[in-house]
Nanobody, 120 residues
């Protein structure tokens, strides 16, 4: 069983930064790709970024590329999302997700989410 707990959300002014963390449980964490998604009020959940199990390959949604950085620490079972140059449109609940397997992008496991609010 894989459990995910996000933290680090909060209220920040436009142009500011936040770092989200996702603490995972489960012995196979280090073998799974991980991702961040977000959902703004009234909108569908959207992909933000993903990272492979080694941490060497990352992929970003176009609107986040250059501002957000995903990383992981397999020794600590943690995944991070560093968010810089935040904009009001980045306001959303941010979710951490784990895939079902090493070479899978089936995001089977989800955290409860952490709220990020960016004021103008």
């Amino acid at each position: 069983q894989v459990q995910l707990v996000e933290s680090g959300g909060g209220l920040v002014q436009a142009g500011g930064s936040l770092r989200l963390s996702c603490l995972t449980s489960g012995r196979t964490f280090s073998l799974r790709p991980m991702a961040w998604f977000r959902q703004a009020p009234g909108k569908e959940r959207e992909f933000v970024a993903r990272i492979d199990w080694t941490g060497s390959t990352t992929y970003y949604a176009s609107s986040m590329k250059g501002r957000f950085t995903i990383s992981r620490d397999n020794a600590k079972n943690l995944v991070y999302l560093q968010m810089n140059s935040l904009k009001p449109e980045d306001t959303a609940v941010y979710y951490c997700a784990a895939s079902s397997g090493t070479y899978s992008l089936d995001w089977r496991y989800w955290g409860q989410g952490t709220q990020v609010t960016v004021s103008s």
